[in-house]
C-alpha cells in the first residue's frame, strides 16, 4: 500500500481566510503515517473522508463547535483535551471549532492490517472518547515525530500493530450490551438525563427523578447506575462541573457566579467537587485556558 495517505485538511476559517498552522509534523511507513498539528486559536473548518482508518489524540478547548460523522448526532462537547476520535476508512467527518487557545492533535493513517496476525475488525466511528492504553499508543507516535531517533526499523509498525490490537480490543467491549437486565431502557436514560439537564440550577432529588420513570428511589439508584456506571448524585455533580467548565472560559462570570450559575450551593461545594472530577481548582482551570 502507497503511504502517501489522505490526511485532515483544516480548509478554512469562516471569513474564507486559510488557517494557520504554527506546527505541523509528518512521517510516513509502511501501511501508516502520523501527524502532529498545532493550530493558532482562531476558528476553522473542516471535512474529511479518508481512504484509510483515521485516530486521533486531541487536545483542543473550545468556546463552541460541532463534530459530525456519518449517521450519529453531531458533538458539540467543548471539552475535547485528551480525547479521542475513530473514524473507519470511507465514512465522512465534518466539523468546525472556536479553540479558547491553540489547539492541537496528534492523528494516525492506517490500513486494515496491523500485522501478519492484527487485523482490523468491523468497528462503527467513535468520537471524543476516552482510553488510556489507544491515549499511549498516540503518544507513542508523537514521540516518533518530535524525535527522530526513536525512529528505528520496524518500531511504527509495532505501534501500528498495537493501535490495531486497542482498537479491536475496545470495539469488542463497546459491542457488549449497552443496558444490562435491571438497568433503564433507552427511552428512561433520555427522559432522566434531558430532565437533569433542563434542572441544574434546581435542587434535584432522587424521589423525584425516579417518579420521572415510575421506580421507587431504591430500584431507580439501582438501575441508574447499572445502565450508567455511576449512581445519579455523582452524574448530576459531573454534568454540574461541565457547566461551571464552560462558564469559566467566560471572564464575565466570577468564580462564585460560575458556582450558583451551574447549580452549586456556593463557592466551597464547587471548589471541593470541581478538584475531584478535574483535578484542579476553578481558579486554576480558569488561569490554564486563559
Do not use: C
Not at 502517501?4 to 512521517?27: H, I, Q, W, Y
Not at 500493530?161 to 467491549?173: D, H, K, M, S, T
Amino acid at each position: 500500500m502507497s503511504t502517501k495517505m489522505t490526511r485532515l485538511e483544516l480548509m478554512s476559517r469562516p471569513a474564507g481566510d486559510p488557517v494557520d498552522l504554527s506546527d505541523f509534523r509528518r512521517k510516513s511507513w509502511p501501511g501508516i503515517a502520523a501527524e502532529h498539528v498545532r493550530v493558532d486559536p482562531v476558528a476553522y473548518e473542516y471535512a474529511f473522508k479518508a481512504s484509510t482508518n483515521f485516530i486521533a489524540l486531541l487536545n483542543v478547548y473550545r468556546k463552541d463547535g460541532e463534530i459530525f460523522v456519518d449517521g450519529q448526532k453531531p458533538t458539540t462537547v467543548k471539552d475535547l483535551r485528551n480525547k479521542l476520535t475513530f473514524v473507519p476508512a470511507g465514512t465522512l467527518i465534518s466539523g468546525w471549532s472556536e479553540p479558547v487557545k491553540s489547539a492541537s492533535y496528534t492523528a494516525v493513517y492506517f490500513d486494515q492490517n496491523g500485522g501478519d496476525d492484527v487485523k482490523l475488525e468491523a468497528m462503527a466511528p467513535a468520537v471524543a472518547f476516552e482510553d488510556h492504553m489507544l491515549r499511549s499508543v498516540l503518544m507513542g507516535f508523537s514521540a516518533l515525530l518530535r524525535d527522530g531517533s526513536i525512529d528505528i526499523d520496524g518500531y511504527a509498525e509495532t505501534l501500528g500493530a498495537l493501535l490495531v490490537y486497542e482498537i479491536n480490543r475496545l470495539g469488542r467491549q463497546w459491542k457488549l450490551p449497552a443496558i444490562h437486565e435491571g438497568g433503564l431502557n433507552p427511552q428512561q436514560i433520555q427522559r432522566v438525563t434531558d430532565y437533569i439537564e433542563g434542572h441544574l440550577n434546581d435542587k434535584l432529588t432522587v424521589a423525584t427523578l425516579a417518579e420521572l420513570v415510575t421506580l421507587s428511589r431504591f430500584h431507580f439508584i439501582r438501575a441508574f447506575k447499572k445502565s450508567m456506571g455511576i449512581p445519579p448524585h455523582q452524574f448530576i455533580m459531573r454534568r454540574r462541573v461541565d457547566r461551571a467548565k464552560e462558564m469559566l472560559t467566560e471572564s464575565r462570570f466570577s468564580v462564585t457566579e460560575v458556582a450558583h450559575g451551574a447549580g452549586f450551593n456556593g463557592l466551597t461545594q464547587l471548589t471541593r467537587v470541581f478538584r475531584q472530577v478535574v483535578g484542579v481548582t476553578p481558579t486554576t482551570f480558569r488561569r490554564d485556558i486563559s
